[in-house]
């Protein structure tokens, strides 16, 4: 409103002992009521909300700001307490005492210490500590790559969607051509590990906890496990399998009760799941496999260090894990070790086995692909294994930067022909974006870039696909529709 005096009242909450570190903050102009939040240091999140009158407004902002006081926030001055520092995983590795390097075929080094791997029927994804994704197709050709604002901690997939877990504390939307900030982690969740099913967010911290995220960003439920620093989380329809210092324990998805709880010999460093079983690899130097009916350990994998990832192939054939001094081996099922090799590539520290080969990051910063299947196993147990090949990075490499502007935005005059119309809508306090177009559920939500939606704002998208969870998920460009 012309002429009116913007209020604003800023707040923080900041606790000892890695508790939370988050401000709060609430501005007034006329009928409209602005809430930021989110970590200290950070941007947060914004959300705007107009009211028929002035005595409203200020009414509603005075509510936001006691309800926070007596949360125990506190008013402060911005910029003078600094954000908090995230925890970056420390890991050593040693050289490998095996004999000879496993039947590497082919490996690229990004240039930094890597956690994030997924791969697909169509490309094989890297995130390193230094912000930097890559995507390769199966024969090692460098296809693209995006940068990040921050490390990248994680990178999962759900059916067609990939996303990369920062130690910024956001998720970003991968697979369209428009990468965004799915999922901003509340302030006091420091992300250890993430997982995605059906569009349901469920995240592991150092804390011990886990926390579980709708498609809106919208807190659903928290569990405080037995022990601390969860690395491990893994998801499906039946529960969430999460993994800490003192065994797993599984959750309903709806909920969160406790179906059960494994002790397991040694803090467990990383997860693998297949049907009916999940696979948790620990600092006591084993592998073990749990029902995920019962949580019983149906076989116990022995190493000779610290185990960092492991991986099976289906059915549990074969069994590998990486080990803290660059070595990876290969189990059967029942736990007997048929080979211990050098990965060729620092120790792998996540791992994920697909259509005969086995993947691997490691702390080097190489991705690295093993030849996994029935024949190169048996080979390499005679210690025959191929000459690894080293890939190198394309010249003219395309980069992509996630796009969280609107003025990044294309604009168009009219929708094409066989494009979804889609309208931001208030809803309460927050700001959603439902389907314009007919045939569509109108009433069901779209998952959508936060940072381009504006109150009465129309986008033209590819495609959506409807989730399980009764929302819709963009495939495809998206464009402001003038």
């Known amino acids: 409103m012309t002429g009116s005096t913007v209020s604003t009242t800023y707040l923080e909450l900041s606790q000892e002992g890695g508790g939370a570190h988050k401000f ?38 005075a509510k936001k700001v006691g309800e926070k006081v007596r949360r125990g926030y506190a008013p402060a001055v911005p910029g003078q307490r600094a954000p908090r520092a995230v925890t970056r995983r420390q890991v050593t590795s040693a050289p490998s005492t095996a004999r000879a390097v496993a039947p590497v075929l082919w490996r690229f080094r990004t240039g930094s210490s890597a956690f994030g791997i997924h791969v697909d029927g169509e490309r094989c994804w890297v995130g390193n500590q230094a912000g930097d994704v890559y995507t390769l197709d199966h024969d090692g050709g460098v296809l693209a790559r995006f940068s990040l604002p921050d490390g990248v901690k994680c990178l999962v997939a759900d059916d067609f969607w990939i996303y990369a877990g920062c130690d910024d504390g956001k998720v970003y939307d991968l697979s369209s ?25 469920d995240v592991s911290d150092r804390d011990g906890r886990l926390t579980v995220i709708d498609h809106e960003d919208e807190h659903q439920w928290a569990r405080r496990s037995q022990g601390e620093h969860a690395w491990m989380v893994r998801a499906d329809d039946r529960a969430v399998y999460h993994g800490h210092h003192r065994g797993v324990t599984a959750y309903a998805p709806d909920g969160g009760g406790e179906l059960w709880h494994t002790p397991t010999k040694g803090g467990v460093l990383f997860g693998w799941q297949e049907d009916d079983a999940v696979y948790a690899g620990t600092a006591h130097r084993v592998v073990q496999r749990l029902s995920k009916a019962t949580g019983a350990i149906e076989a116990t994998y022995a190493c000779d260090s610290a185990v960092y990832s492991c991986a099976a192939s289906p ?32 120790s792998a520290l996540s791992m994920q086995y697909r259509d005969e080969r086995l993947y ?88 959508f870039p936060r940072a381009i939606r504006e109150p009465g704002a129309r986008y033209v998208v590819d495609a959506l696909h409807a989730a399980a969870g009764g929302f819709y998920r963009v495939r495809g460009d998206i464009r402001r529709l003038l």
């Open 177 to 201: 051509k428009l990468p965004f900030a799915a999922y901003d982690i509340a302030a006091d969740v420091d992300i250890f590990w993430l997982d995605i099913h059906e569009g349901i967010l």
């Open 315 to 346: 059915g549990g054939r074969y069994v590998f894990a990486g080990d803290a001094a660059s070595s990876v081996y290969c189990f059967d099922r029942d736990g007997t070790r048929l080979w211990k090799l050098g990965t060729g590539g620092g």
């Open 24 to 61: 709060y903050e609430v501005a007034v102009d006329g009928l409209v009521v602005t809430v930021r939040y989110g970590r200290i240091g950070a941007a947060g999140q914004t959300q705007t909300t107009t009211f028929p009158t002035a005595e409203k407004a200020r009414a509603a902002a």
């Open 360 to 447: 691997l990051v490691t702390t080097d910063g190489s991705l690295v692909c093993v030849d996994a299947s029935e024949t190169a196993v048996a080979a390499a147990q005679q210690g025959t294994v191929p000459q690894a090949r080293d890939v190198k990075l394309a010249a003219a490499l395309p980069a992509y930067a996630p796009v969280t502007a609107a003025a990044a935005v294309t604009a168009v005059a009219d929708a094409p022909a066989g494009a979804v119309v889609v309208e931001c809508v208030q809803d309460g306090g927050r700001m959603r974006v439902h389907v314009v177009s007919e045939g569509y559920e109108p009433s069901w939500n779209v998952q």
